[in-house]
């Protein structure tokens, strides 16, 4: 599968990468040494936390492999004539002027403007050009906006 990351949120996942294989499997292996020598593991609260941390911080080492593995990296372009992953839509709807960068599913932030190039919204937006009405399908009903720019 195919992670679309812009090249800021490729470095980040690097970053939380080397802390988790380098420092937090330190940890959680001190942790660990430190529950077993209280002897008894089957009743021992504290080794079994420090299993299930194990756990969750291998799962997320092994997850962000994967994103890294399959990144395709969005690169930033200059003026397009078309909507497409890693552009910067200005929209309008109801006469409301908002801003919309279309972003993999991995970086999506709704509270930021970045949404997901999979999403009902990111999905009418991809190939349209600047001037083109679009219609979205949304819980409440559909919706139009406007495309007043694309950056």
Known sequence: MTHYLTPGRLEELKQELQELKLVKRAEVADRLKRAKELGDLSENVEYQ???EEQG?????????????????????????DQVRLGSTV????????????IVGSNETRPEAGQISNESPLG?????????????????????????????
């Open 123 to 151: 999905k009418a937006f991809l190939g349209h050009k600047s001037g083109d009405s679009v219609k979205v399908k949304t819980p409440s009903g559909e919706t139009t906006y406007k495309i007043v720019g694309i950056e």
């Open 90 to 101: 200005v929209a309008e709807r109801n006469g409301q002027e908002m801003k919309f960068r």
């Open 49 to 51: 936390e420090a299993r």
């Open 56 to 80: 969750q911080v291998e799962a997320r080492i092994y997850e962000i492999e994967e994103m890294v593995k399959n990144a395709s990296v969005i690169q930033p372009t200059g003026k397009q």
